[in-house]
């Protein structure tokens, strides 16, 4: 599984970091969200469907 963030999309709302802290974190030059693993290892997968269900601008992408 693959994960990106769309940064025209992002609003920097936060959610996912703190849904799923250990797959992204918030950059502190622009407030938008970024992906601490594009290539997502197995055992996090759940985490990044959830990080991704929880954006309200629908910015986190997912590629299996």
């Not at 918030?26 to 997968?45: G, K, M, Q």
Request: net charge negative; aromatic share 4%.
């Amino acid at each position: 599984m693959k994960v990106s963030i769309d940064p025209e999309r992002c609003q920097g709302h936060t959610v996912c970091a703190l849904t799923a802290p250990e797959l992204f974190t918030i950059r502190d030059d622009d407030v938008v969200a970024s992906v601490d693993f594009e290539d997502v290892p197995s055992t996090l997968e759940s985490r990044a469907r959830l990080g991704a269900n929880s954006c309200p601008e629908r910015a986190i992408i997912i590629s299996e």
